[in-house]
T-cell receptor, first 114, second 110 residues
Framework: ETGVTQSPTHLIKTRGQQVTLRCSSQ?????VSWYQQALGQGPQFIFQYYREEENGRGNFPPRFSGLQFPNYSSELNVNALELDDSALYLCASSVGTSGGWEQYFGPGTRLTVT | DAKTTQPNSMESNEEEPVHLPCNHSTISGTDYIHWYRQLPSQGPEYVIH???SNVNNRMASLAIAEDRKSSTLILHRATLRDAAVYYCTTDGGGADGLTFGKGTHLIIQP
């Protein structure tokens, strides 16, 4: 059984640019959530996708957007990058959206904005 | 999801039990209590979760207070590999995701 994978591992972008991060969910999981983790902080919820639809969103501006594909893989897009967007971006997959399901996290993508 | 409060750090000795506390006084009746841990440069790893009753799995035990306003993660016999940041979170399901605080940095002394 393949776990959650993310690409790329590291990325350096310039302020104002756009970035796309990718996530492959664990086999059998139809729900993907994205989190942003600043240095020394806990992860912060960005949004969740369930069966290709955005199912919920945290306190992040519209320049953070996403997609989920029929195979349940997902993308996180960030437009007009700001220096504060520098963080570890994590995706997590689960079997469903109920609070009773555990989430399985990928290793993350480290984004640096200069 | 309820806000959680945990000690910033705890220290324990190898091969001894560890009790990690968490307060979640604003938890609602349908929120699950989840614990995750994170090693440096890795994503969080699921540890255990529960709703009302105490739970056991191969990694740990979760003791939930009767009023559900607090819980304790129990590592029965700590090893050096258990050194990590432990996050207590709540999850009401649906669209809110997991709400993480800063977690407890667990240090294991050999």
């Amino acid at each position: 059984e393949t776990g959650v994978t993310q690409s790329p591992t590291h990325l350096i972008k310039t302020r104002g640019q756009q970035v796309t991060l990718r996530c492959s969910s664990q086999s059998g999981h139809n729900t993907v959530s994205w989190y942003q983790q600043a240095l020394g902080q806990g992860p912060q919820f960005i949004f969740q996708y369930y069966r290709e639809e955005e199912n919920g969103r945290g306190n992040f501006p519209p320049r953070f957007s996403g997609l989920q594909f029929p195979n349940y893989s997902s993308e996180l897009n960030v437009n007009a990058l700001e220096l504060d967007d520098s963080a570890l971006y994590l995706c997590a997959s689960s079997v469903g959206t109920s609070g009773g399901w555990e989430q399985y996290f990928g290793p993350g993508t480290r984004l640096t904005v200069t | 999801d309820a806000k959680t409060t945990q000690p910033n750090s705890m220290e324990s000795n190898e091969e001894e039990p560890v009790h990690l506390p968490c307060n979640h006084s604003t938890i609602s009746g349908t929120d699950y209590i989840h614990w995750y841990r994170q090693l440096p440069s890795q994503g969080p790893e699921y540890v255990i979760h529960g709703l009302t009753s105490n739970v056991n799995n191969r990694m740990a035990s979760l003791a939930i207070a009767e009023d559900r306003k607090s819980s304790t993660l129990i590592l029965h016999r700590a090893t050096l590999r258990d050194a990590a940041v432990y996050y207590c979170t709540t999850d009401g399901g649906g669209a809110d995701g997991l709400t993480f605080g800063k977690g407890t940095h667990l240090i294991i002394q050999p």
